[in-house]
């Protein structure tokens, strides 16, 4: 897609007559919101999703709802702003029930960067991989493979239990335990600006 550059920032009285005329259904109103803030929120998008379609999907979804609830738009507050939180938030959902594909084109990544000149995506990615391990390796060994089987299985908790023939309650016990010490390590032994974040709730959540 194509989008045509428009300077993303407006002044505070034309962001109110744009948000007014937007409320009031034109089209010409929306398109133009549209190719002002595109570029914007795909950045959100593709830095915390990792996945340039996933990323592309969500703008698209924001700017459907957008235009299905204009009615309710408050046209002293900020359309970029209201834009960039919509988009923070709906990329959280993203996530949360994509995150199986996110994991994996993440491994894809990194398995198509190692052994090549890497930039510093791929030293990234390399690094938290590395250190994820070192702290699952870390665990008790009963925790860790019901981390391994929860994360990387995608197992549920029911599913983890009968495999490894222990209570339920166990599991989440063990989970519980095994997510609060990752946490704290990842957090104490990996720098991965705009990653690491992201990684963190696809493991956790």
């Known amino acids: 897609m194509r989008i045509r550059k428009l300077p993303i920032r407006l002044g505070q009285d034309a962001e109110k007559e744009i948000t007014l005329r937007l409320k009031a259904g034109d089209e010409n109103a929306f398109e133009e919101i549209f190719y002002r ?36 738009l408050n046209e002293s507050y900020s359309i970029k702003n209201f834009l960039s939180v919509s988009m923070k938030n709906h990329v959280l959902n993203v996530i949360r029930n994509n995150h199986q594909s996110i994991w994996e084109y993440l491994s894809a990544e990194m398995e198509e960067l190692n052994g090549e000149d890497t930039t510093s995506d791929a030293f990234q990615l390399q690094e938290y991989g590395t250190i994820l391990e070192q702290g699952m390796q870390k665990l008790p060994p009963q925790r860790e493979k019901v981390f391994r089987l929860r994360v990387f299985s995608g197992l549920d908790n029911e599913q983890v239990a009968r495999q490894l023939s222990i209570s339920v309650n166990t599991v989440k ?4 335990q095994a997510t609060r010490f990752l946490k704290d390590y990842l957090s104490k032994h990996a720098d991965l600006e705009g990653i690491l974040p992201v990684l963190l709730f696809i493991l956790f959540h």
């Open 173 to 176: 016990s063990q989970f519980t």
């Open 37 to 72: 803030y595109y570029k914007h929120l795909l950045a959100i998008g593709i830095k915390f999703l990792k996945n340039p379609d996933l990323a592309e999907d969500a703008v698209q979804d924001i700017f459907l709802k957008l235009w299905d609830h204009r009615d309710a």
